[in-house]
């Protein structure tokens, strides 16, 4: 079965930098789409950045010029470096893939938890 397994979290002062990892796993194809969430304490889940198949990418407003989503095709790996951290970049931060390369279009920036696949998440403290 398809695993996201998310990795890098942790607490950092502003304007620190980390990169998030995913490890994605039983994938038969390449995703249509793959892309970073994030949610903090009572608030929606929302998305920050995706990647699609043919290479293109899209950023939420707030991180544009600051976080830069990526994939190591050998590794199976999508990565999130995120620079010049905010404290309202705090949250818990969700990998997530959707479709197959060969398949149909999908959602991808709306995507919610009840479709696609999902890491467990992981923790991002920014402190000021």
């Known amino acids: 079965q398809v695993q996201l397994v998310e990795s890098g979290g942790d607490s950092v002062q502003s304007g620190g930098s980390l990169r998030l990892s995913c490890k994605i796993s039983?994938?038969?194809?390449?995703?249509?789409?793959m892309g970073w969430f994030r949610q903090a304490p009572g608030q929606e889940r929302r998305p920050v950045a995706m990647?699609?198949?043919?290479?293109?990418?899209r950023y939420t407003e707030s991180v544009k010029g600051r976080f830069t989503i990526s994939r190591d095709d050998a590794e199976d790996t999508l990565y999130l470096q995120m620079n010049d951290l905010k404290p309202e970049d705090s949250a818990s931060y969700y990998c997530?893939?959707?479709?197959?390369?060969?398949?149909?279009?999908?959602?991808?920036?709306?995507?919610?938890?009840?479709?696609?696949?999902w890491g467990q998440g992981t923790q991002v403290t920014v402190s000021s």
């Open positions: 997530a893939a959707n479709g197959a390369t060969n398949g149909p279009s999908v959602v991808c920036w709306f995507l919610k938890t009840g479709a696609g696949y």
């Open positions: 039983g994938y038969t194809s390449r995703p249509y789409c």
């Open positions: 990647l699609f198949h043919n290479g293109l990418t």
